[in-house]
């Protein structure tokens, strides 16, 4: 009797524990930031925006049908972090600029208005937490010096 009980507590606990659903704490994390010298990219001119929304969408892979969605505003540093509770492996998540705080640094860049971030745990990366690449508004005009620093970069340029 005591060998049937162990027999069927090796084998009905298991199938137990492993047929719950495993749930994913993710933390997407990225910063956004001012081009100050309408430059394309990030320079020591650039400056980071608090305040700044940005909104995390998943869309399924086939047919494209939003299945998540969550905003998130940055801090003083211009970091946003916005908590993921599920494993989002079937979609493909995005961050993408919502609005700037700032009137004269409110045009989305392209090319950096959105960033592609794996929210899943089925492909080799550890941590739960998931860095996405900055996204980033364009000033009106440049600021003063923007053209000698731009010069800086040229410098080596062979």
Do not use: H, W
């Not at 994913?24 to 100050?36: E, K, L």
């Amino acid at each position: 009797m005591a060998k049937i009980l162990i027999l069927i507590a090796l084998c009905i606990l298991p199938a137990l524990v492993s047929g719950r659903p495993m749930r994913s704490n993710f933390m997407v994390q990225g910063r956004v930031y001012c081009d100050t010298c309408l430059a394309g990219f990030e320079t020591s001119a650039t400056t980071y925006i608090s305040g700044a929304k940005v909104r995390l969408e998943c869309r399924e892979r086939e047919s494209g049908q939003l299945t998540y969605a969550i905003e998130g505003k940055t801090a003083q540093s211009g970091m946003y972090e916005i908590p993921v509770s599920d494993d989002r492996g079937n979609d493909i998540c995005e961050v993408a600029l919502v609005s700037s705080p700032q009137s004269e640094c409110a045009t989305p860049m392209p090319g950096r208005e959105r960033a592609r971030v794996f929210l899943t745990q089925n492909n080799g990366i550890a941590s739960y937490t998931r860095y996405a690449n900055n996204l980033g508004f364009q000033k009106d005009a440049p600021i003063v010096g923007c053209s000698k620093l731009l010069k800086q970069y040229q410098e080596y340029d062979d």
